[in-house]
């Protein structure tokens, strides 16, 4: 551990990535701009959270990473080690045991405890982006609060599918003033941004750092006529039986067979730890997992 | 300068400035909520708090005004050793540290319509600092909560220029508490 910074950032880089923390835990869903470092990992690994997890990790964390839900894949397993190096934070992939969560698309199902951060990696902060290429015009936007092309937008959806074909990256609207894109989590998981933890967006790539603090109004944009749903798969989990989990839908065999699944892996194994099967599930033993 | 403008940091900066960070940030984010902190042991009049906040937050990048209270050639002189951070004017200040009555709390910048990050964070040095009096709601807040600030009516007029605005750090001995902008003082 001596041959690194602590957390791998100097001490300067930090106090830049803490002052744009602060800020932006004082304006909810603000995009404050920050100068984001190069990373030992690429741009697509989720370089701004863990900038942001840099900054904020003590000794005394223990720290969970998840990707879309799974605690295994290279990504999470990467982010896990790097930090239990350079930072020397216990790791652990129980939701309820972290007190530090990295994400990457998903929020865990466990609701958090005020004891609790979880931090998102975040590859396009900018809401307004696929309506304003020019940065200069979207923070304009946000400044005058000017958000009626994302409501043209979400209703042209309406208009062509029937219904708001946005699944993913569901902008919301923060203690009424800022629209906030949630990072490329599934519209399913929006109703648990109003949550007891504290909650930080890092984009590297883009250099903008933006928060959410506890028990702040986060609101989905919608319609009267057209109320947000936070839809999932019409399916239980085919391992562990939860019928409120969100699902991926796995294909098992060369015959289509397909099977549904909790996304959020740490859910699904305690939920068959203590006892819960799903259709094609197998009790749980140990040694299986 | 004296010997003991060298003493008084932190024993390891790294570790010692990521739990001074977390508890502000924690403060931050829980308007109200009180923290202890440790690790610093700044020339009087600074409280032990704001000298860790301003080991944990400044740098050469952050000018700080400090208030009549606070201005003393000795803590000057711990400031710059242990920090680099230079001394302005309470308008160019990104930190500023002092008692109530002595922060020109209209002077300070409060951010502007697209960046109204850049605005100053203000330590305001208290003689207490407890979960009583004035009654707070808004984000970082379940419900509602209490804190003995110095003034109220300020507070509600910084809170109504939202999304600009100051942020507070109240400090007293070794703890503080926060308030950002978008707390609802009633
Ligand atoms: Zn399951």
Redesign the pocket.
């Known amino acids: 551990m001596s041959d690194y910074n602590f957390a791998y950032l100097d001490e300067q880089t930090k106090r830049m990535i803490r002052r744009a923390i602060l800020k932006g835990l004082a304006i909810p869903g603000y995009q404050v701009p920050f100068a984001s470092r190069e990373m030992p990992m690429p741009y697509g690994w989720g370089t701004g959270g863990v900038q942001v997890s840099a900054a904020i990790l003590t000794p005394d964390d223990t720290f969970k990473v998840i990707d879309q839900g799974a605690d295994d894949t290279t990504n999470a397993v990467s982010i896990r080690r790097f930090f239990q190096k350079t930072a020397g934070v216990a790791v652990t992939e129980a939701t309820t045991e972290a007190s530090v969560i990295q994400t990457r698309h998903r929020i865990p199902e466990q609701d958090l405890r005020d004891d609790q951060i979880l931090v998102y990696q975040v590859p396009i902060p900018e809401p307004l982006r696929f309506l304003e290429p020019s940065e200069v015009e979207t923070r304009k936007m946000h400044s005058l609060e000017e958000y009626g092309l994302m409501h043209v937008k979400l209703y042209e959806d309406i208009s062509q599918h029937g219904d708001i074909a946005t699944a993913y990256a569901y902008p919301v609207k923060v203690e009424g003033r800022y629209v906030m894109d949630p990072s490329p989590i599934p519209k399913f998981d929006n109703p648990k941004l109003e949550m007891a933890g504290i909650q930080l967006f890092g984009a590297g790539r883009e250099q903008r750092i933006y928060a959410i603090p506890p028990y702040t109004q986060v609101v989905s944009l919608d319609f009267d006529d057209y109320p947000f749903q936070p839809t999932k798969a019409d399916h239980?989990?085919?391992?562990?039986?939860?019928e409120d989990?969100y699902?991926d839908e796995l294909i098992v065999d060369d015959a289509g067979g397909r099977m549904f699944?909790?996304s959020?892996?740490d859910?699904?194994?305690s939920?068959?730890k203590n006892g819960?099967v799903?259709a094609q599930?197998v009790p749980f033993k140990e040694d299986a997992a | 300068m004296q010997a003991h403008v060298l003493e008084g940091g932190f024993d390891n900066h790294a570790v010692d400035s990521s739990h001074a960070f977390r508890a502000v940030m924690t403060a931050m984010a829980r308007p109200g909520q009180i923290a202890t902190l440790q690790g610093a042991l700044p020339p009087a009049p600074l409280s032990k708090a704001a000298g860790v906040v301003l080991l944990t937050l400044c740098d050469p990048e952050t000018p700080i005004y400090l208030a009549p209270s606070h201005d003393s050639q000795q803590l000057r002189d711990w400031i710059t050793f242990h920090t680099g951070a230079p001394f302005v004017t309470a308008e160019a200040a990104i930190f500023a540290v002092g008692t109530w009555q002595d922060l020109p709390v209209s002077a300070f910048a409060i951010g502007t319509a697209e960046y109204p990050d850049r605005s100053a964070t203000l330590i305001v040095e208290c003689e207490s600092l407890s979960n009583t009096g004035a009654v707070l709601r808004g984000p970082g807040i379940k419900d509602q909560t209490a804190l003995s600030l110095p003034k109220t009516d300020a507070f509600q007029s910084n809170a109504a220029l939202f999304p600009l605005g100051l942020d507070f750090i109240f400090t007293c001995s070794d703890r503080l508490a926060a308030l950002p902008r978008t707390t609802r003082v009633g």
């Open positions: 239980a989990c085919d391992l562990c039986g939860a989990s699902l699944m909790c959020d892996t859910y699904c194994t939920r068959r819960h799903g599930g």
